[in-house]
């Protein structure tokens, strides 16, 4: 797709698409990212609007997904919970194409938001990751120069189940994780972004669970919280904002102010 192309195909969809929106506050302690949402500041943060389709507001997700963020002077946290009565998955060697096997979830992360040099990582209930560095999106040309080598170093990750993983006689409740994105391999890719945020900084970013049917693990549906319009993951102008807060989570309720579109 050329470029003029693509840019037509976002115009049309940001007449008809909002992107969500949120409010990132500080850390109030340091944060461990064990998957556990239970700390004070992950208990202070909002949650985000439940997950919706990717692409039609209609169809509705059977189980729910919402997530809350936060930030220190080193990390841009996300955590998420997601329900779902039978939690699994088979990949475990990191950076392999889980995405196309096990049920996951997905952080795309564009600081600086030129809707290029933006960051992906995702990872699957045995807390096995792949990352990689898109200088553009796919439509523009992105899949032949994507860095998949390219690794988020300093990163964390971690992940609790609620219930018994790759149990399917088990119901279970679901399952949580905490990622910590560390600002170093951030900086590289999007120089006239402040590392750490100031406040009132804003960010693109989106975040997606994709799920699978164990019966049929070539089907995924992907569920985001700020939808998209279109079936792709991979339009930056259509992300999320975060707007940076410096007020310390749970003691100020700041509004979001910065322009969207």
């Not at 391999?185 to 699978?212: I, K």
Request: proline share 6%; hydrophobic share 40%.
């Amino acid at each position: 797709m050329a470029d003029r192309e693509y840019f037509e195909r976002v115009t049309r969809v940001q007449k008809e698409v909002r992107p969500a929106t949120y409010v990132c506050h500080r850390a109030a302690e340091p944060v461990v990212a064990d998957g556990r949402l239970d700390a004070p500041s992950w208990m202070r943060a909002e949650w985000t609007n439940l997950f919706g389709h990717i692409e039609d507001p209609a169809i509705v997700p059977e189980w729910a997904t919402r997530a809350k963020m936060l930030w220190d002077d080193r990390f841009f946290y996300v955590g998420v919970e997601m329900e779902c009565p039978d939690v699994w998955g088979t990949i475990t060697t990191r950076d392999e194409h889980l995405y196309s096997y096990d049920p996951d979830f997905e952080v795309f992360i564009d600081p600086d938001g030129d809707g290029e040099n933006y960051m992906e990582f995702g990872m699957n209930a045995l807390n096995c990751a792949y990352d990689f560095l898109l200088h553009k999106p796919y439509d523009r040309g992105g899949g032949e120069t994507r860095e998949i080598d390219w690794n988020w170093e300093g990163l964390r990750s971690g992940v609790q189940i609620h219930g018994t993983l790759n149990a399917p006689w088990v119901e279970d409740r679901g399952w949580t994780a905490v990622i910590a994105f560390d600002y170093e391999s951030m900086q590289e890719n999007a120089p006239t972004a402040n590392f750490p945020p100031r406040d009132g900084d804003v960010w693109r970013v989106n975040l997606s669970r994709l799920v699978r049917d164990r019966a049929n693990t070539w089907t995924g549906k992907d569920w985001t919280w700020s939808r998209i319009g279109v079936y792709s993951m991979h339009i930056p102008e259509l992300y999320g904002f975060v707007q940076f807060s410096e007020k310390i989570v749970g003691t100020a309720r700041v509004p979001f102010t910065a322009e969207t579109w």
